[in-house]
């Protein structure tokens, strides 16, 4: 079984920065992409960025040159710096594995539970 683990959400006043960490666990042999999601109240949930396991990475427009997605292969953990924040980032933002392979061969996608991110104006 291969877990997601997100911290590092919380409320911030706009202008400032929280980074956002996602600690993937279990029966792992290599996970292809690591991303974050986000879902404001009443919207769908959308792409915020994604990084593969070489290192590539892309970004939604609304959050180019504010955020910052990282990853440690090593650790099977994926990292999102937020700076220069808006009231419009607030929202539950979700950790996603795609392409998790297990020592056995399975290949499957998961999903965190998500974190709370408030920014005050």
Do not use: H
Not at 16 to 31: E, K, Q, V
């Amino acid at each position: 079984q291969v877990q997601l683990v997100e911290s590092g959400g919380g409320l911030v006043q706009a202008g400032g920065s929280l980074r956002l960490s996602c600690a993937a666990s279990g029966s792992i042999f290599s996970i292809n992409a690591m991303g974050w999601f986000r879902q404001a109240p009443g919207k769908q949930r959308e792409l915020v960025a994604r990084i593969t396991s070489g290192g590539r990475t892309n970004y939604e427009d609304f959050v180019k040159g504010r955020f910052t997605i990282s990853r440690d292969n090593a650790k099977n953990t994926v990292y999102l710096q937020m700076n220069s924040l808006r009231p419009e980032d607030t929202g539950v933002y979700y950790c996603n594995a795609v392409g998790v392979v297990t020592p056995t061969g399975f290949i499957r996608d998961y999903w965190g539970q998500g974190t709370q991110v408030t920014v005050s104006s």
